[in-house]
């Protein structure tokens, strides 16, 4: 039963979702991608409504009461618009990064934390990411620091204060590991990306 005591059981209904799928053949990025793009067949936004995903759910043999749908429609929608993106439908399924995954991303992020204060710095970052050659900058469009925080702010700074917040880079870094599906070749990105050793 998904109901403990009237509330929403939230554990209870992402097992089932995850069995669900996985036993219709969406374990890889190729079948998930195959079940977003059902679900969101409706309109085909890349995006999928509460509605869609009732319908979906519902198409899927998971027949949820609508408290049940609303519990993990909020989970998924990590942005809170109001609709599931691929990359928090990837992520809600897949979950948080594995031990090694997480390993890896943890050494990118303190190799940049120079001051070990808990973020990541425009500072930190300058000397990596050089704004100097941005086709943006070279046309006059926008300065070296607005490139560099256009960058911040597409690598993750949600809050837009200039800074990747710890928790930001990992909710980055989940959605990018929730798109491969070899450990192997996430350790090769990260190394390559980052220079890691």
């Known amino acids: 039963k998904m109901q403990q005591s009237g509330k929403v059981n939230l554990v209870d209904l992402l097992n089932k979702v995850k069995e669900t799928l996985a036993s219709r053949g969406a374990r890889s990025i190729r079948g998930l991608g195959r079940t977003f793009r ?37 989970y998924f929608d990590k942005d809170g ?16 990064l594995n031990q090694k995954r ?19 710095e425009a500072a930190d970052l300058k000397g990596i990411y050089n704004t100097d050659f941005h086709p943006k900058v070279l046309s ?13 702010a597409h690598f993750g ?18 959605a990018v590991s929730s798109s491969i599906d070899n450990d192997d070749h996430l350790v090769q990105l990260m190394k390559t990306a980052w220079k890691l050793e």
């Not at 120079?114 to 990541?120: A, H, L």
């Not at 700074?157 to 989940?174: A, H, P, T």
């Open 157 to 174: 700074d949600k809050n837009k204060d200039g800074k990747i917040q710890r928790g930001e880079w990992n909710d980055y870094y989940s």
């Open 38 to 74: 059902i679900f969101d067949s409706t309109d085909g936004n890349r995006k999928i409504d509460a509605g869609e995903f009732f319908d979906g759910l519902k198409d899927y043999g998971m027949n949820f009461n609508k408290a049940e749908v609303d519990a993990l429609m909020t």
């Open 81 to 96: 618009d109001g609709c599931i993106n691929f990359d928090e439908f990837l992520v809600g399924v897949r979950g948080k």
């Open 102 to 120: 997480q390993a890896l991303v943890d050494k990118a992020f303190l190799k940049f934390d120079k001051d070990g204060n808990g973020c990541i």
């Open 140 to 152: 006059g469009e926008m300065t070296q620091d607005e490139v560099f925080l256009d960058f911040l």
